[in-house]
């Protein structure tokens, strides 16, 4: 060991390069940070060989007076903040005031920046050197070249230009998402690849992930006291392999945290299952007290205060949005984890339909008939007298109606295929997957039902099923569990298995298929994990094999009550594996395809 000595600032600020810049695109991050910081309208950013060769950032921001231009270059000099106070609070994007002084010790770095009340701009280049005059019209161009030039051992660790532009790219749709108020440009070696006009959040959104996303996506905007969390989040059908279409901000500043990771990713267990994964794009705001943003070299981690809060206000509001049905059915309050004292979430009510509880059978067989869409047809306009020598009573278009009066997902028509079910609202059609749409309804009674004491069908003549080794081990095993959940079983046989009771809901369900499909669940799960987090899996599997089966012909008043349970059923868009489970073409749409009017 040799003694102990002071490092020269060259390495300190190597040594601090190493945690801020990692690749082209932390340097990116870094000066658009500071360019938003400078309130900046506009921002274009000029990228070579992926950001490797050259990154140039200029704004037309408020700018930097000559006897700081110097000092910008420097480790910890920084305008944003004077106290401990202010770190504590942080309301700026950049403030730790070492980024630039990491950039310019691995890259030629030049800063070139004009004050508003300055008669001329001033260039810097390298730390340490005097300002000399330049030409700009307002604001500051942040010029970085050759980006390890002289670290060769760091620069082969980057990735093709391909990659590092891509990185790139990310970190300039996160800053665009955040501002969408700031008009920015992005180009790579001479060509524009993103121009994104000032404007709002939607539209900004809109430009970076697609309207395809915008039109699969719900709006949120939920807030309690002094959180508030805004933006959009994907219905399932618009899932991704990948998570690379999730942005989430605090304050501002996109994070990866997860805890607000975990809270997401449990607000859609119950709609969103295997390897898939949601998009979105979400703004927490939160009293900057009650956030860490200090906890991270590249601030890319926040620690919160009240983590918990926060947990649970994303979690519900998340939730509660997600199980809203798309027709504008206003759901019950989700309470099946409480929010901690004064921090209820207040969610924006839908509009439409009326949101009182509508009546919800039991089962899809009727005893008594459900009111048609020509009953409400024909109560809700005079009667028609045919004209003379028809026997065929004219058709009857949709009334006119209040709002309130019709129900939002309309009346039945017909079936077709024996898989989808044909209805009329006042919009236009309707389509309804009948087996995706019913295993939901099932999934969600289920849930409800086994939080209390189950209701069970005891079988007339108990069910035996031969089944694997394994299988007997299984239902063995987990008998307790199955009776929980309303299956009484027994051993018949070395390998034969005595079903006497299934959960009453699912008493027209293919008793061999289900007990099979439901050990199958149990034999890939922990015991200790079938009572808790994974439940909801196995249930899921329950409402699977106890929906309706496809080629299964219904009457008109039971498909008019399956929309009836679909609207007072939460997340009833989707069924348990994420796919939707109807659809609306309105009357324009139709026109449109018909040609209707050209």
């Not at 005031?97 to 004009?114: F, K, N």
């Not at 979105?280 to 860490?292: E, K, S």
């Not at 899809?364 to 306009?381: G, I, K, N, V």
Request: negative net charge.
């Amino acid at each position: 060991m040799t003694v102990i000595h002071r490092l020269s600032d060259a390495l300190i600020n190597q040594i601090a390069a190493g945690e801020v810049v990692e690749r082209p695109a932390s340097v990116l991050k870094e000066v658009l940070e500071n360019a938003v910081d400078a309130g900046s309208q506009a921002i274009e950013v000029a990228l070579e060989a992926g950001g490797v060769k050259r990154i140039r950032v200029s704004d037309d921001g408020c700018g930097i007076d000559k006897d700081d231009l110097a000092l910008a270059l420097e480790r910890h000099a920084t305008s944003k903040i004077n106290s401990l106070d202010d770190l504590e609070s942080v309301a700026t994007m950049g403030f730790r005031g070492e980024a630039l002084a990491a950039i310019s010790s691995v890259a030629r770095t030049t800063i070139t920046s004009r004050a508003r009340a300055a008669s001329h701009a001033w260039r810097v280049d390298n730390p340490g050197n005097a300002p000399v005059p330049a030409a700009l019209n307002q604001g500051t161009v942040v010029d970085v070249q050759d980006l390890y030039y002289n670290t060769p051992a760091r620069r082969k660790f980057l990735k093709t230009e391909g990659t590092e532009f891509a990185h790139c790219d990310d970190a300039f749709r996160r800053v665009a998402l955040a501002r969408p108020d700031i008009a920015m440009q992005l180009s790579h070696n001479g060509r524009v690849t993103q121009r994104l006009p000032a404007g709002d959040m939607a539209r900004r959104t809109g430009a970076l992930l697609g309207d395809d996303f915008l039109d699969q996506a719900r709006q949120i905007d939920a807030e309690a006291g002094t959180i508030r969390l805004t933006g959009f989040a994907s219905l399932p059908a618009y899932s991704r392999a990948s998570r690379d279409a999730q942005y989430f901000f605090v304050n501002g500043r996109f994070v990866r945290d997860k805890l607000i990771t975990h809270a997401v990713r449990e607000a859609y267990r119950d709609i969103l299952h295997g390897s898939r994964h949601p998009a979105y794009v979400l703004f927490l705001d939160i009293d900057p007290h009650t956030v860490d943003v200090n906890v991270h070299p590249a601030k890319i981690e926040v620690r919160f205060r009240e983590s918990r809060a926060v947990h649970q206000f994303v979690y519900h509001a998340l939730k509660r949005v997600l199980a809203e049905s798309g027709a504008g059915l206003a759901v019950p309050p989700i309470s099946d984890d409480p929010m901690p004292t004064g921090a209820t979430p207040m969610l924006r009510p839908s509009p439409g339909y009326n949101t009182a509880p509508a009546p919800v059978q039991n089962t899809l067989a009727m005893e008594s008939a459900t009111r048609s869409y020509y009953d409400f047809a024909a109560s809700a306009q005079p009667a028609r007298v045919p004209s003379s020598g028809s026997s065929v009573p004219p058709p009857m278009p949709m009334p006119d109606h209040a709002p309130g009066e019709a129900p939002p997902l309309g009346f039945a028509l017909a079936q077709l295929h024996g898989v989808y079910i044909l209805a009329q609202n006042a919009q236009g059609l309707v389509l309804v997957d009948m087996h995706a749409a019913h295993e939901r309804i099932l999934y969600e009674r289920l849930k409800t039902v086994l939080d209390g004491q189950p209701s069970i069908q005891r079988l007339l003549i108990p069910a035996v099923l031969s089944l694997s080794a394994k299988e007997m081990a299984t239902a063995e095993n987990c008998q307790d569990v199955l009776a929980d959940m309303g299956f009484e079983v027994s051993p018949a046989g070395p390998q034969a298995l005595s079903v006497r009771s299934v959960p009453n809901l699912l008493a027209s369900a293919d008793v061999p298929e289900l007990i099979r499909a439901v050990l199958a669940d149990l034999e890939d799960m922990p015991a200790s994990e079938v009572v808790t987090a994974r439940r909801n899996e196995l249930l899921a599997t329950m409402a699977c094999h106890g929906a309706v089966r496809a080629n299964r012909t219904l009457t008109i008043p039971e498909m008019n009550a399956l929309l009836r349970q679909m609207e007072t059923t939460e997340r009833a868009d989707q069924c348990n594996h994420g796919r939707p489970t109807w659809t609306q073409f309105s009357m324009a749409e139709l026109d449109r395809f018909f040609l209707r009017g050209q």
